[in-house]
């Protein structure tokens, strides 16, 4: 029969190490993969038992002719024969096992008195100490697809048809789960949408499910969907969604209404996908075969999209009895290769929370390695924790947490055989902060403006920027200058760099800005190219659709504690901007788009990310304090003894980077001067702290010139007196 040499061939190859079985499973011609796909599994998973077998019963020297030395096929037959459904249909194949029926269930019987165990399975299990406390006994777990059913309809059906559902309270769920015995079945503790059944339960042919109402699925692969928990209705992205569990598992908890974009990159692995969320019923799913890290956060179809589901390719070591366990040893992951996924799962996860709209990215592994978990989320959210904080996952209800090395590891849930009767397997979850918005700090901004412009005392700064409160001693150490006058300088200079300030970036090398200024107008002129293509893109409909959302609760620049913050003092014109800002990204992104020939992709994805950023935070700043940084330049500049060169760069700046560049008159001819000769020309003030040595430096600047000034006149006094005394 075709199944058993075709089974048989897809094991040597597997064995050479020529390819995976999946992928030989999926080449093949054979028609039903599942069944070629289980045997060939089994038969490597039992390869060593049915070795001992073959060799004890001189199969394979007593059908020297028909099996030519085969052994690997011996090894499917035996399989068939002993574990499998019986070796059917196949003529001379069954006539070759049959024929030494005898000798072969006398040397099993051997082996299991041997073992001190009834079945095969249990001496694989007892080979295998992962196995003997897993495999064997890993539950089956069934979600219930709510699109097609509910619980009770299902647990009513099962009932109907034999199944005895055991009561338990919930401390004793894990004893109950173990003690489960065959035509048993409960309801899971923490999810009331999956029902366990004893393990090696098989229900592939079992109605419901071949109807789609039950869909078996790990309890662990159920929890992202859970964990991200998007409302009826919600917008959501599956960015590595095949062959479409949790896709399907989302689509049931928002009811199948809402819209959910599930990219894989796979278009094979996307077919099957189809044909199982077909089978599920699930209709509000767009499948997109594409390479996630090619989506463009900011395109207006994904305006909408608050949930993000980030369910990376992995090592898969977290899954039991696992194949490449099997043909290449436990520990079968490389450092290598881990390296390379985590780098991958790295920059998926960043691409995720690119998206404008979103509020809570859940990203999961079934990796036992920290490195494709912790170390892949911490290293993210180090680069995104101004924007986004990691949530504590069921924090009363789950005791396995994240790899107790690792930071934040009570955010955290791991599942693991032993603990939690389920594959190994992460989850993480991002939520974005929820801060004041940009409006509010707009108003924090002007109050902070009317004060100051009440009292240029040092309680302004006190007040604004309580941070800065040493600074005023700064001033102290200058007695003898104006020291109002300087602060009012500084404080002109940017409110902000009092009011809102969190960090500090003084940017001014001479390359710096030259790269800058490069940028801006290659932007511009790109802009100025694809303007016209790409007028199109942004439609109408696009353009309520996004004033809509932004006039919305779920505007993620004005949420507050989750809900939206009183829009009674919304400009109109502050949302076109908004709305107008984010279409000039569109514009820029299909440049960036076009500029794929000779960038590569992580480039063209961290411009992305760049100016989505920019985009952000041009709606939060640029609006007035860009303004009122130029005004109060331009004061400042009038002002004699200190120098307030520019107001930043739009470019460079955000709510919390703000870039001044302050200078003494002469300092700043100075720079010029080394500017021309290309010359590094000052450092750049990471934080905050640096803001002191500014002060400092006006400060002796100003002291400078006042002295400066004073000599002068000291001298034309002199003249005076001397001309005086001529005369
Ligand atoms: C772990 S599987 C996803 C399983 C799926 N979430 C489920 O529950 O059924 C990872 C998937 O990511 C896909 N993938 C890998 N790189 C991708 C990329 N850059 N963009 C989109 N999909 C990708 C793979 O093809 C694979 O189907």
């Not at 080449?27 to 599942?34: A, G």
């Not at 005895?164 to 079945?185: A, D, H, M």
């Not at 511009?524 to 199109?536: A, C, H, K, L, Y």
């Not at 460079?652 to 200078?663: P, V």
Request: charge should be positive; proline fraction near 2%; glycine fraction near 4%.
């Amino acid at each position: 029969m075709f199944l058993y040499v075709e089974a048989a061939r897809i094991i040597s190859q597997v064995l050479k190490k020529k390819s995976s079985i999946k992928n030989l499973v999926f080449s093949s011609t054979y028609e039903n993969k599942k069944q070629l796909y289980a045997l060939t599994c089994e038969c490597l998973k039992f390869s060593d038992v049915l070795d001992k077998i073959l060799e004890g019963a001189r199969l394979l020297e007593k059908e020297k002719e028909f099996l030519q030395g085969d052994r690997i096929l011996a090894r499917v037959l035996l399989y068939e024969f002993l574990l499998g459904k019986g070796v059917q249909h196949a003529g001379k194949y069954r006539m070759c096992i049959m024929g030494h029926r005898k000798e072969i269930n006398s040397e099993m019987r051997k082996i299991l008195e041997k073992q001190g165990v009834r079945n095969l399975r249990d001496v694989v299990y007892n080979h295998c100490p992962d196995n003997a406390t897993t495999g064997h006994t890993l539950p089956k777990y069934v979600r219930v697809n709510q699109i097609k059913t509910d619980t009770n309809t299902v647990i009513e059906n099962f009932q109907k048809n034999g199944w005895k559902l055991l009561k338990y309270k919930s401390s004793n769920f894990r004893e109950t789960v173990e003690s489960l015995r065959e035509g048993e079945f409960m309801q899971d503790a923490h999810f009331p949408d999956l029902l366990v059944f004893p393990g090696g339960t098989d229900l592939h042919e079992n109605e419901l499910c071949v109807t789609g109402e039950i869909i078996q699925q790990d309890k662990a692969s159920c929890i992202p969907a859970h964990v991200l928990n998007p409302e009826e209705g919600a917008e959501v992205i599956d960015c590595c969604a095949a062959p479409g569990n949790k896709t399907s598992h989302v689509a049931s908890l928002i009811r199948n209404k809402g819209r959910i974009y599930a990219f894989d990159k796979d278009a094979r692995r996307m077919s099957t996908m189809k044909k199982l969320i077909g089978i599920a019923g699930v209709s509000c799913v767009e499948c997109l075969c594409q390479d996630f890290l090619t989506v463009v956060p900011t395109d207006p179809k994904y305006s909408m999209v608050e949930y993000v589901l980030v369910d990376p390719s992995c090592s898969g070591s977290g899954i039991v009895n696992r194949m490449s366990q099997i043909t290449d040893g436990k520990d079968s992951v490389s450092d290598q290769r881990l390296h390379q996924l985590s780098k991958f799962q790295i920059s998926i996860l960043k691409h995720a929370l690119r998206f404008p709209g979103v509020k809570r990215v859940v990203y999961s592994t079934c990796s036992i390695h920290p490195e494709e978990n912790e170390m892949v989320v911490n290293e993210v959210y180090s680069q995104v924790s101004d924007q986004f904080e990691l949530v504590e996952i069921m924090p009363n209800d789950w005791l396995e947490r994240g790899a107790p090395e690792h930071e934040h590891s009570q955010c955290f849930i791991r599942l693991s055989p032993d603990q939690s009767l389920t594959n190994g397997f992460f989850v993480s979850c991002f939520e974005r902060r929820k801060i004041a918005c940009s409006f509010d700090s707009l108003k924090k901004t002007n109050a902070c403006k009317k004060k100051r412009k009440k009292s240029k005392s040092e309680t302004f700064i006190k007040e604004c920027g309580d941070n800065k409160s040493e600074s005023t001693d700064t001033f102290n150490q200058f007695p003898d200058i104006d020291n109002d006058q300087i602060r009012n300088e500084i404080s002109n200079a940017d409110e902000n760099a009092f009011g809102d300030l969190l960090s500090m970036k003084h940017i001014d090398s001479s390359v710096e800005k030259k790269k800058q200024k490069r940028k801006h107008e290659e932007y511009d002129s790109n802009i100025g190219r694809s303007e016209g293509r790409n007028e199109s893109n942004i439609n109408a409909a696009n353009r309520k659709k996004k004033k809509k959302k932004i006039k919305s609760e779920k505007c993620f620049q004005c949420t507050e504690n989750g809900k939206n913050t009183d829009r009674k003092d919304t400009n109109t014109d502050l949302i076109d901007k908004h709305v107008q800002l984010s279409e000039q990204s569109n514009i820029q992104e299909n440049r960036i788009e076009s500029e794929s020939e000779y960038c590569n992709k992580e480039t063209i994805n961290e411009k992305r990310w760049e100016h989505g950023k920019e985009v952000e935070n041009e709606i939060s700043t640029s609006e007035q304090s860009n303004e009122v940084a130029k005004q109060d330049s331009k004061q400042a500049k009038k002002r004699k003894g200190l120098y307030i060169v520019e107001d930043y760069p739009k470019r460079k700046k955000s709510d919390a980077t703000i870039c001044i560049n302050i200078h003494s008159e002469k300092e700043k001819k100075k720079k010029e001067r080394k500017q021309k000769k290309g010359e590094t020309v000052s450092k750049i003030n990471e934080n905050v702290d640096d803001l002191d040595e500014i002060i400092l430096n006006i400060a002796s600047a100003a002291k400078h010139d006042l002295e400066k000034k004073q000599k002068r006149k000291k001298k034309k006094k002199k003249k005076k007196k001397k001309s005086v005394v001529g005369e």
